[in-house]
């Protein structure tokens, strides 16, 4: 390759001739080209061969001659060329290519001006300041607008496009707005009482039917009355039940107004302004046009009396609570709740056992799946076994008694003195409901030892079925004895001896 490579430019080297006439002719090169050729041009350096044929059939005589000079050697020297562009490169190795990455990486953070030129920060910069200038309004809105402002915006676009406003705010805000939608404002408020009659309290009702701003309200309830009934009792008043959407008249039970306002005849009616204030009063008128015209006439305050009042007869609720409140003996509630605990107490009851029987169980656990820590570690993998007993131990006794039989009783004392050496556990199916506490504690003060209640899980955990039975554990399974203490199967060193 190397003395094609030399042929070639020895060739080359031939047809070229300083020629000063040609270079007479060569432009100085122009500002901004390059300066890497001396100054003669490539024109000079390659002088016309008459001897060459011209093949291109364009351009100047000399590069027509090059070009010609330049297709026969490669056409001379085709298999040689060929060769050498067949033959293939030696492939960097990872480490190779690894470390040409890093170091044209850094090279390129060290010197950009490599990549984006060498105004590329001047460039970024002035760029940005355009971007600023441009949309310095806009910016500047964003910066000043206020949360609210903004959520108003996005209420504005929401609503546009037909949708619920994303912002919490205007969420709550619109919550508000229809729950004051649907509360009434309160102009006129009624003080009546079920003393004025089924007549009186009906027009009252019908009185506010008819005027959405208007409150008719009751202090209580009768003596003897529940809610319940004072609601059927006004909903008889409305002779047939209401239709769907028929707007019902505006009833409360609110004692307060009535001491608030002295209120212990009735009917009595205020008219209230817009913040709630009093703004006219008057006794035995129920009709809200009456005390109206007066106010715009310029009659406020207390009108006085203006027809016929009854008492009051609902009971002030207010009153009613602190009375049941300071009369409630909380110490005699808490005896009681004591007392009656027995009377409730749910009892988890197993048969008396008849015959001496013995049968195991196996807490062998087989796991289901695997079971993984958070940090990968797989702690049981599907189909592994657990045996409790095997890796803990069982390290007492359960007896499991009725603590009302007296035989049950005198098995379970002779088990407790068989076993000095080892926890026992007395469980009991039921207890004398009559003895109450003072019972149960006559029975561990008896045996000088804690009594538990048995419950559904200790029954499904060691399958039992009779009392009393005798709960022990060898190194792989539970062993439950049935003991029939009835039938002289009552000799402790049989089921109670260490296993």
């Known amino acids: 390759m190397v003395t094609t490579l030399t042929r070639i430019a020895l060739t080359v080297a031939a047809a070229v001739s300083a020629s000063s006439a040609a270079a007479q002719t060569v432009s100085p090169p122009t500002p901004g080209t390059s300066t890497s050729l001396p100054a003669p041009s490539i024109a000079a350096l390659v002088r016309p061969d008459d001897s060459v044929p011209v093949t291109p059939k364009s351009g100047s005589a000399w590069e027509r001659q090059a070009s010609a000079l330049i297709q026969r050697e490669k056409l001379k020297h085709a298999d ?160 047939k039940a209401p239709k769907m959407g028929e707007r019902l008249p505006s009833i409360v039970i609110d004692p307060v107004y009535f001491t608030q306002e002295k209120v212990s005849a009735v009917p009595v009616l205020e008219e209230l302004d817009d913040e709630g204030n009093v703004v006219a009063r008057v006794a035995g008128v129920a009709d809200p046009g009456w005390i109206d015209g007066q106010v715009k006439d310029g009659h406020t305050g207390d009108l006085g009396t203006m027809g016929p009042v009854s008492p009051v007869s609902e009971l002030d609720m207010m009153k009613v609570m602190q009375a049941k409140a300071k009369a409630f003996d909380v110490e005699r509630w808490k005896k009681h709740a004591v007392d009656s605990y027995w009377q409730k107490v749910p009892f988890t009851d197993l048969p008396l056992a008849t015959e001496q029987k013995t049968y195991t169980v196996d807490p062998t656990v087989v796991v289901t799946q695997d079971v993984v820590l958070p940090n990968g570690t797989v702690l049981a993998h599907k189909g592994d076994t657990f045996n409790p007993l095997k890796e803990i131990g069982f390290h007492q006794k359960l007896l499991i008694f009725d603590e009302t039989d007296p035989a049950q009783v005198n098995y379970a004392e002779a088990f407790l003195k068989a076993n000095p050496d080892i926890t026992v556990m007395l469980i009991t199916t039921k207890v004398d409901r009559k003895g109450s506490w003072k019972g149960y504690r006559d029975t561990e003060n008896k045996m000088r030892h804690a009594i538990f209640m048995l419950n559904q899980t200790i029954v499904d955990t060691w399958k039992l079925k009779a009392v009393p039975s005798v709960v022990t554990a060898n190194s792989s399974v539970f062993v439950i004895n049935e003991v029939p203490v009835h039938q002289g199967g009552s000799n402790v060193a049989d089921y109670a001896s260490p296993r």
């Not at 729950?179 to 102009?187: I, L, M, T, Y």
């Open 80 to 239: 040689e060329l060929n060769a050498a562009a067949a033959k293939p490169k030696p492939a960097a190795s990872d480490y190779d290519q690894l470390t040409n990455m890093a170091k044209g990486s850094a090279d390129i953070i060290s010197h950009p001006e490599k990549v984006v030129g060498t105004r590329w920060q001047s460039d970024a910069d002035a760029r940005q300041a355009t971007a600023e200038r441009e949309n310095a309004a806009t910016l500047r809105t964003m910066t000043n607008r206020t949360p609210t402002a903004m959520q108003e915006q996005l209420d504005k676009a929401a609503q546009a496009l037909g949708m619920e406003s994303p912002t919490d705010d205007a969420l709550a805000a619109k919550m508000k707005a229809q729950a004051a939608a649907k509360r009434r404002p309160v102009h006129y408020r009624l003080f009546v009482s079920q003393s004025m009659g089924d007549d009186a309290v009906r027009m009252a009702m019908l009185l506010g039917k008819g005027h959405d701003d208007m409150q008719i309200v009751f202090r209580g309830m009768k003596p003897g009355q529940t809610i319940g009934q004072l609601s059927r009792y006004l909903m008889s008043l409305h002779k």
